[in-house]
């Protein structure tokens, strides 16, 4: 069965919180059970993560849910959703993008790569060199995009031939919970639309400033 928010008070908070942001919800599946959660703590304002449960979101695309996702010019998902082995089911109906988060491991990427048309990896422990290296053998393997995040050094993306490099853009820093996310979330409108990918980077690292503003994702 698919299971995505559970019935208790924090499934019913998300679930408002999505009607209240125009998100489409008809088919969130609410079922008996609890919400999934992750427990974040701030180091000097960097987020980091001290625990989680996955309660009732682990689920399976069915026949529907794959047929809906090929309405879309994009689908995104990545490692947090759990729905690995169903990439290339999607990949066959919509464009993906995926959120490698750290993965690195040839173990995790091989079987996807292949799949994927934007990876987006977080790589704020490699030097630029080598982060490089590895987005350009990431693109190598399928993807038409590598993006990597890195914290406070610049971004970098590639396309196996040419790479762009987007500083950060200075400001009050008070929570970093979500700025990976809203990153990727304005990439991948601007690939969408069909932008420069330097106005794309610029505009994306614009929303992970705002984001970083306020107290929580």
Not at 75 to 89: F, I
Request: hydrophobic share 45%.
């Amino acid at each position: 069965p698919v299971r995505l928010l559970g019935d208790d008070r924090a499934g019913k908070v998300i679930l408002a919180a999505l009607r209240a942001e125009g998100v489409a919800t008809d088919r969130v599946r609410i079922v008996n059970g609890p919400t999934a959660f992750a427990d974040v703590t701030l180091v000097e304002g960097d987020r980091v993560f001290v625990g989680s449960e996955v309660g009732v979101s682990r689920f399976r695309l069915d026949e529907a849910d794959l047929a809906y996702a090929a309405t879309f010019d994009l689908v995104h998902t990545g490692d947090c959703s759990m729905l690995e082995t169903q990439v290339a089911d999607l990949a066959i109906r919509a464009e993906v993008s995926f959120d490698f988060s750290t993965h690195r491991e040839p173990t995790y990427l091989d079987p996807l790569l292949g799949h994927v048309r934007i990876a987006c990896f977080s790589a704020s422990e490699l030097a630029e060199d080598e982060a490089l290296a590895f987005l350009t053998s990431a693109v190598e393997r399928g993807p038409r995009l590598a993006l990597a995040t890195r914290g406070t050094a610049p971004a970098l993306l590639s396309d196996g031939r040419r790479t762009w490099r987007q500083p950060v853009m200075p400001g009050q820093v008070v929570d970093t919970l979500g700025a990976g996310d809203s990153f990727i979330g304005r990439f991948l409108v601007g690939v969408i639309e069909g932008e420069d990918p330097a106005v794309a980077l610029e505009a994306a690292v614009g929303a992970a400033a705002v984001t970083c503003t306020s107290y929580g994702a």
